[in-house]
């Protein structure tokens, strides 16, 4: 069995797609400098991260921009769809299903539902709020992968939950709060606070130096 | 000059404190084990990230929590208000406004501000919508610390260099663009599609095992 990735260097492969997407060369190759540069890492770090998928680039000519970017999206198991639904039909996961620049990675969101009487039936981005009793039967159906939880954090688990037992083995949680899932669940946390945290722990240590 | 405490430490540390404000324990202690548990890292990796804080805890009895968290708010910063503004008054700066669980964190949103005419003086979560056109004064004015852009990603970097025009230090980017500020500016990025990528890649990784 292949040795796995680590996981630092899988969290860094989006970005790098994401920096490669955005590169311009005229001869379409770009070197770990111009990588590091874009995605603010050092160039020592990104030929050990791309040594992990076997890439190793071409000594003054660099990695081919094309190449890397398919390579990267094969390793990410971003060259299929990848069917999403979101728990949460309010502000967050309004702007999540309009969120631009995650279709053209492959990531489709098919489904949004939500508990509230109210809201099952409104559009959203184009789709129709489904109600979260149907979740089983709507994630067979449209073989959903991904499961986005966008409620208040008292309904986190209860969602989470819901997810696992309709079979849903990737969760990406935006609730303020710590979820937890039978073994064999992925579960990423995009916390706004942590992500304030850290911003806030530079502020105040270039305080504490000044 | 004290060591500066790794990067990787820095992001777990906020995670931390989210987890010690979840921890019920009767005597108000908790092992390196229970928070281990709770964040999803493993207890040496725990003891380690609190070896930099220089807390040890106690053999037998563990950690307080109550002192532990209130260190954690200092360290991060985290003991006096975060004045905060939102660039962008759309569904995902309207959904980050009215977003719980950062203000008992000492986040503060106090301005949100649009470029689009039809947008200023609305009301989103108590705040009037103001003009990007007047964000230097308001920075000044409210002594904010943080920036956070929520706008298209195609005019990401013209309101990132608005904020450091106006004096922003610290930048939360939930465009889905690579920005860049000169040095001496924090940029945090919360990229959807790359937390999307890391959770395909996972779940690629066990059907490549299948």
């Given at each position: 069995?292949?040795?796995?990735i ?15 997407s ?11 400098d111009?990588?590091a ?8 770090q ?13 000594r003054?000519v660099?990695?081919g ?21 979101i ?5 967050l ?14 990531f ?10 109210a809201?099952?039936g409104?559009?959203?981005?184009g ?7 149907n ?11 991904i ?10 688990q209860?969602?989470?939950d819901?997810f696992?037992d309709a ?6 949680n ?19 606070a ?12 270039e305080?504490?130096?000044?």
């Open positions: 069995m292949k040795s796995p680590p996981d630092a260097t899988v969290a860094r492969l989006p970005l790098y797609l994401r920096c490669l955005e590169l311009r060369s005229p001869d379409e190759h770009c070197s770990s111009d990588l540069a874009a995605a603010g890492v050092n160039s020592a990104v030929r050990k991260d791309f040594s992990y998928l076997g890439s190793y680039g071409t003054g660099g990695y921009i094309d190449d890397l970017a398919a390579q990267l999206r094969k390793v990410l198991g971003l060259d299929t769809k990848n069917p999403v639904m728990i949460g039909a309010g502000n996961g309004s702007a999540l299903a309009n969120y631009k620049g995650i279709d053209t990675w492959g489709d969101i098919v489904s949004i539902v939500d508990i509230d009487e809201k099952i409104e559009e959203v981005d789709l129709t709020v489904e109600s979260i009793d979740i089983a039967t709507i994630v067979a159906a449209r073989s959903i992968d499961g986005v939880i966008a409620v208040p954090a008292r309904a986190a209860d969602v989470a819901r696992v079979g849903i083995t990737s969760i990406l935006f609730a303020p709060t710590v979820i937890h899932a039978p073994v064999g669940v992925t579960i990423r946390r995009v916390d706004i942590v992500s304030l945290g850290i911003l806030a722990y530079h502020k105040a240590e305080e504490r130096r000044a």
